[in-house]
């Protein structure tokens, strides 16, 4: 295998060789993100709806305590959302932009790392072009080198090692592609999930009560106060 790996590269020159190496970052970029992913249990959501009940009956702590200390990135914003909103010294014009900071940090974050995948996708058939573009040059060349004893296999030989960086190229594209848009769509989905929970805690039924516009708290919960 690896003298058959280490003719292709000879075949193909330099260009293959950037091929290869792009393709082991961008499987490297995918094994980390879907290790990432996994650790942080993104797909998790079973306890939105427990978080948001406790939080609609008034009821901070168990609110937070209903995210059951998960990693997930959901529902440590929806934490730091409940810690933010039960203080009754912050406005909740300043929460609001906290919880929406603290969950942009958090989507940042997962992004990482999938800029350079994007871009590997971008990159590699054109990388692969270049190098069939060289090739054909080459294959030119030695066919006016050749002058009179020009032959059809030395014409299709030069060819097919031109093409070969073509193929290179669209199948690390391909994969690089796939990767990214699957990463970025459980982003995506998260995002979406962030803003539904987020909204459902930030527009819980309000308790009025005969006084000037203000911010206020009934026990644990928040309490908007209507004249």
């Known amino acids: 295998m690896l003298?058959?790996?280490?003719?292709?590269?000879k075949l193909g020159g330099p260009t293959l060789l950037i091929l290869l190496l792009l393709s082991l970052a961008a499987v490297t970029i995918t094994v980390i993100k879907l290790w990432e992913f996994q650790e942080l249990r993104l797909g998790r959501r079973d306890f939105v709806n427990k978080v948001v009940e406790a939080w609609q009956a008034g009821h901070a702590d168990l609110a937070a305590a209903a995210t059951g200390g998960s990693p997930s990135p959901l529902a440590d914003v929806m934490r730091h959302a409940i810690k933010l909103l039960a203080d009754p010294n912050l406005r909740e014009a300043h929460a609001r932009e906290l919880i929406e900071r603290h969950a942009a940090d958090w989507l940042e974050s997962l992004r990482r790392?999938?800029?350079?995948?994007?871009?590997?996708s971008q990159l590699a058939p054109l990388l692969g072009l270049l190098g069939t573009v060289l090739?054909?040059?080459?294959?030119?060349?030695?066919?006016?080198?050749?002058?009179?004893r020009v032959s059809p296999s030395l014409l299709s030989g030069g060819l097919w090692e031109a093409l070969l960086t073509t193929a290179a190229g669209l199948a690390v594209a391909i994969v690089a592609l796939a990767a990214f848009h699957y990463l970025e769509r459980q982003v995506e989905r998260l995002q979406h999930d962030m803003e539904s929970a987020l909204t459902r805690l930030l527009t819980r039924p309000?308790?009025?009560a005969p006084a000037t516009p203000s911010r206020s708290h009934y026990g644990n919960a928040l309490v908007v106060e209507l004249p």
Not at 137 to 143: G, H, K, P, V
């Open 3 to 9: 003298d058959a790996l280490s003719e292709w590269l």
């Open 206 to 208: 309000l308790i009025p």
């Open 135 to 148: 090739g054909m040059i080459e294959a030119f060349r030695q066919l006016q080198a050749a002058g009179d």
């Open 113 to 120: 790392l999938l800029r350079p995948l994007e871009v590997i």
